[in-house]
C-alpha cells in the first residue's frame, strides 16, 4: 500500500491562463480511498493524469511511496488508470484486453493466465473472458477495465469518472462493487467524479476541487456539516442547502425574513470576530421545517422521492428567494399552499459575506506556501536545488520534503523531520493530510 503526495502540484495549459491545477496540496493515506470532486473544469482530471505521469507538472511535487516521482515516466510509476470511455481494445477478447498491460510487461503466460483468471473471477467475468467488449453491455465493460487496472498489481489504482457511461441503476450498483473490491485489495485509490453522490457514498475521504484549488478535504460527514466555505456547502449536499444573505442582529442572533436565527456558539464567536454586519446563512433542506407559524412562504415544485419528499418555498427574505425544505413524504404540501417555515437554529452555517469562508467551527485551510512554488519546470528544478540546502524560503515558508533534506514544510515556518518511514504525511501539517 502506497502513500500518495501532492506537494505544491501546479500545471498550467497556456503561458499566461489561470493555471488548470494550482497548488494542489494532498495527501492520499496508503490504502485509502481518495475521491476527487468538483464542477466541470475544476482541475480533476488533469490533477489525476499528473499523478499518471500523462501531464507535466510545471511547479511542485508529486510522491507515491514516498518516491518523487514527477519527473518519472508513466509506465515507471507503478500506478494504473480506468479511464472514463474504459479505452479497451475492440479485436481483443476480454482475456486479452485484461492481459495486455501483463503482456506489455513481459509477464510469461501461465502467470499472466492465472492473474487474469483471478481478476476475472472477483470480477464475476469467468464466463465472459473469450467475448469481444461490442458483446458486452456497459458494465460488463466497465469491469474489464477494472480488471485490466487490477492484474497489474499496481500502488495506486487511478479512476477518472469511470461509471459516468453507465445507467442509473448500474452506476449504484457498481460503485457499491468498486468500493467493495477497493476494500478488499487495500489499493491507494484516487478516483475522479463531478458526481457528489458517488464521492460521499464512495470515498473515505472527499477532495473538493474548484476552480484548480483544493477547497476542502474532509470525511464525507465532515464536508457536510463543516463546509469550510459557501462554495463546498452549496456543492455538497443533495439538494443543496438554501444560502441566503442575512443582516446580523444583536447578540449573535441574524435574521432571515420574519424569522431570527440564534446561532451555535462557534458560529456566534467568529460573527463577532469579524465584525460583519451582514453574513451568509445556510441552512439545508432538513435545518428547516413546516410549522404553524413561521416565515409565510408559497409552495412551488414538490419532489417525492419515495422517501423522502422536497418543498420548494417562495418567501420573502429580504426580496423573494426559493427555499428547499424537506418535508414529510407521506403528507406533502401541495403546490399553491401557503407554509410557515422554521429553522433549527444549531444546524444553521454562517460564511463571510465576501470571501465566503465559513466563521466559526473549522475554517478552510490555507494553502501553503503560496508564492513559494515556482512557476516552471526549469525553475522547479533550481527551487529544488535551492531547498535542499536552506530550510527556509525567506517568506515564512518552507519547502516541500525532499529526500536529501529529510525535512518538510509547514506555514509557520518550523521544519519538521521527516519520519524514518519514508512518510512525509506527518509533516505536511497545513495541506490536506489523513486523520
Ligand atoms: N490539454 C489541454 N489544453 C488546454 N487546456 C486544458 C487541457 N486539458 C484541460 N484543460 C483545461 O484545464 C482545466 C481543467 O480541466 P480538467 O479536464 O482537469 O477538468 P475536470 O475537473 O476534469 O472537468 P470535467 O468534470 O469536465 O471532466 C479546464 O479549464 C480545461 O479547459
Ligand atoms: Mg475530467
Redesign the pocket.
Known sequence: MAEVVFAGATKT??PGSAP??DGLDLTVAPGEFMVLV??????????L?MLAGLEEVDAGEILIDGRDVTDVPPRDRDVAMVFQNYALYPHMSVADNIAFGLKLAHVRKPERTKRVQEAAAMLGLSELLDRKPSQLSGGQRQRVAMGRAIVREPKVFLM??PLSNLDAKLRVQTRTEIAALQARLGITTVY?T?DQVEAMTMGHRVAV?RD?RLQQCDTPRKLYEQPCNAFVAGFIGSPAMNILKVPVAADGVVKWGTQAVRLPEDARAGVASTGVDHVLLGLRPEALTLATDGLAGTVGLVEELGADAFAEVSADVGGQHKLVVRVDARRPPGRGDVVHLRAIDAEAHVFHPTSEERLGGRRRQEPRHRGCAPRSSSNRMRWRARWSGSPTCGNDCVGYATRSTGWSSSHEGRPTTRPSTGATSASLSSACLPP
Open positions: 495549459f497556456q488548470a491545477v468538483g464542477p466541470s473544469g475544476s482541475g480533476k482530471t488533469t490533477a493524469r477518472d469518472e475522479v463531478h476541487m484548480g
